[in-house]
C-alpha cells in the first residue's frame, strides 16, 4: 500500500485490548493517519479485557518452533522497546510438574524443553531442574516440600506487568492522533454496517453501530473483540470457542512480598502457576490453566461466549481453588489458608490448534478484519502483533495459511492443554 493510499484509509478497530491496542498503534506509526478505536468498557484498560491484568508470561517455548521465532522477535522488544522495556521483568520462567502429575502432563514439559533448548538463541540459558534441593538451590524462598518436582528453568523469560502496558500503548496512541470513542453508549458495537449493493460475490463492510446508535463508517473495520467477536459475526464459531480460566490473588504484607521479591514465573503444570508479587499491590497472582470453561448455556446460537457484565465472571471454580490450596502446601505453605481475592474468570478466543485467526473475513472484500483465535498466548506478541494486520493489510491476502480463515476444524488439536474444558454451568464456585 502506498503512503498516499494509507493516508486517505479510515481504519476502525472494534476494541481496545492487546490485539486492538497493538494493531493501532501500530498503523498509526506506520502512516495511517485516521485510526478511531472503540470499546464497550468506558475505561482503558478495558475491565473485559484477557490482559488487563497484574501479570502475564513472557516466554518463547513452543511445541511449534513458528511461534518460538516469533515470540524470539517480541521478547527482543520487549527488552529494548523503551514503550515496552518499562513492564518487562526478566524474572526467568521455572516449568515443572510435580510428583502426581499424570504422564502426558510430563511429556508436554518435554516438548516446552526440547524446542528450546538446542536453539541458538537459548545457548546457556535453560537447564533442567530435578527434585527439591535442586529447586530451592534455584529459589531459596521456596519453603514447601516441593515434592518431586521437576522440569526446567529458563532465563530467557519473565513476565509483563499487562495492565500497565495496555495503559502505556494507550497513551502512545493517543499522542499519535488516535481517536478513542469508549463505554456502552458510544463504544460497545452492537452491529457491523455493510453496504447495500454489493459487488458480485461480496458485501463490503462500511464500520459499526454502537448500542447508543452512533454511527462510524471506515473503508476497514478490525475487530479485536477477543472472545466477544462471535457476536458480530457467529460463524467464525466453527474455527474458534470462547473459553475462560480462573485467576485469584493472594495479599502479602510488604515484608512478606519483599521475601519473594525477584523469583520466577512459576508454572507447575499440574497444579497453577504465579508470578514474584505484584511491585505495587504486593499481590500473588494464581491461574490454575487446565483445559478451561465454556459458556455455551449463555447462548442461544450454539457458541460460547463470556458473560456480558463484569460481575457475573467474579468467581473461580471450587476445583481451581483446590488446586491452588494444594500449590501452596507444596510451595509456600504459610499462606495456604490465606482468602483468594480478586477472583474472577478471564475470557479468550480458543481456536482448536492454538493457532491465530488473522484474516479477512471472506465475502467482504478485504473490507473487514477479524484479528482472533489468541488462545491464551496473544499477550507476549504485544509490541509486534500490529505488524502481523500490518503484513495483511499491505498484501491484501494472509500469507500466512496457519492465520487465515478456516471453514472446518484443523486435524491437530491443541498439544499444551492439561486435561478436558469443562462447562460452567453448575459447577461448584470458591470460597470467597
Ligand atoms: C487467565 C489468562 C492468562 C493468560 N496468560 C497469558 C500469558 O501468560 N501470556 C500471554 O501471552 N497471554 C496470556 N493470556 C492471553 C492474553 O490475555 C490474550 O491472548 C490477549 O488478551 C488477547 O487479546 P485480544 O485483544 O484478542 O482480547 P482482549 O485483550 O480480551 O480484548 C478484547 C477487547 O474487546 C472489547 N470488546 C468486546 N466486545 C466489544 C464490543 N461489542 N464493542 C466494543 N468493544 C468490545 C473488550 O472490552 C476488550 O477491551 C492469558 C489469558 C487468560 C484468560
Request: aromatic residues 10%; charged residues 20%.
Amino acid at each position: 500500500m502506498t503512503a498516499t493510499d494509507k493516508a486517505t484509509q479510515s481504519i476502525l478497530i472494534i476494541g481496545a485490548g492487546c490485539f486492538g491496542l497493538s494493531t493501532a498503534h501500530h498503523l498509526a506509526s506506520s502512516g495511517y493517519p485516521n485510526i478511531t478505536v472503540l470499546d464497550k468498557d468506558s475505561e482503558v484498560p478495558s475491565r473485559f479485557s484477557a490482559a488487563n491484568d497484574l501479570n502475564k508470561i513472557i516466554r518463547a517455548e513452543y511445541a511449534d518452533p513458528f511461534y518460538t521465532d516469533l515470540a524470539l522477535e517480541a521478547i527482543q522488544k520487549w527488552q529494548t522497546d523503551p514503550l515496552y522495556k518499562p513492564h518487562y521483568h526478566q524474572t526467568g520462567f521455572l516449568n515443572v510438574v510435580s510428583n502426581a502429575a499424570p504422564p502426558e502432563t510430563k511429556h508436554v514439559i518435554e516438548k516446552y524443553l526440547a524446542s528450546i533448548e538446542n536453539h541458538a538463541a537459548f545457548r546457556d540459558q535453560v537447564r533442567r531442574v530435578n527434585g527439591p534441593a535442586e529447586i530451592k538451590d534455584l529459589v531459596p524462598a521456596f519453603t514447601g516440600p516441593v515434592d518431586g518436582w521437576s522440569g526446567y528453568y529458563n532465563k530467557l523469560a519473565g513476565y509483563s506487568h499487562s495492565a500497565n502496558t495496555l495503559k502505556a500503548v494507550h497513551a502512545a496512541c493517543l499522542t499519535k492522533g488516535v481517536k478513542f470513542r469508549l463505554g456502552k453508549a458510544d463504544g460497545e458495537v452492537e452491529s457491523l454496517l455493510y453496504a447495500s449493493s454489493s459487488r458480485q460475490g461480496s458485501t463490503a463492510c462500511v464500520g459499526a453501530r454502537s448500542r447508543g446508535g452512533k454511527v462510524y463508517l471506515a473503508d476497514r473495520t478490525i475487530l479485536a473483540m477477543g472472545a466477544n467477536v462471535p457476536t458480530l459475526i457467529p460463524s467464525i464459531g466453527k474455527q474458534m470457542t470462547g473459553r475462560c480460566w480462573g485467576v485469584a490473588h493472594i495479599q502479602l504484607t510488604a515484608e512478606e512480598a519483599r521475601q519473594l521479591g525477584g523469583i520466577p514465573v512459576t508454572n507447575v503444570r499440574d497444579l497453577a502457576f504465579f508470578f514474584e508479587p505484584d511491585r505495587e499491590t504486593n499481590k500473588l497472582k494464581f491461574c490454575h490453566m487446565g483445559g478451561a470453561f465454556t459458556n455455551f448455556a449463555g447462548s442461544k446460537d450454539g457458541l460460547s461466549l463470556p458473560f456480558s457484565s463484569i460481575s457475573e465472571s467474579r468467581f473461580i471454580p471450587a476445583d481451581d481453588e483446590c488446586y491452588i490450596r494444594r500449590l501452596l502446601r507444596e510451595v509456600l505453605p504459610r499462606f495456604a489458608e490465606r482468602p483468594l481475592i480478586d477472583q474472577h474468570l478471564c475470557w479468550i478466543a480458543d481456536s482448536h490448534n492454538s493457532d491465530y485467526v488473522i484474516d479477512f473475513v471472506p465475502g467482504t472484500g478485504a473490507s473487514l478484519v477479524v484479528l482472533s483465535g489468541d488462545s491464551g498466548h496473544g499477550f507476549k506478541m504485544m509490541p509486534i502483533f500490529g505488524r502481523f494486520v500490518q503484513e495483511l493489510l499491505d498484501d491484501g491476502r494472509q500469507s500466512q495459511a496457519k492465520w487465515r480463515w478456516k471453514e472446518s476444524k484443523p486435524k491437530t488439536g491443541s498439544v499444551w492443554r492439561s486435561g478436558d474444558s469443562q462447562e460452567l454451568a453448575g459447577l461448584a464456585r470458591a470460597r470467597l
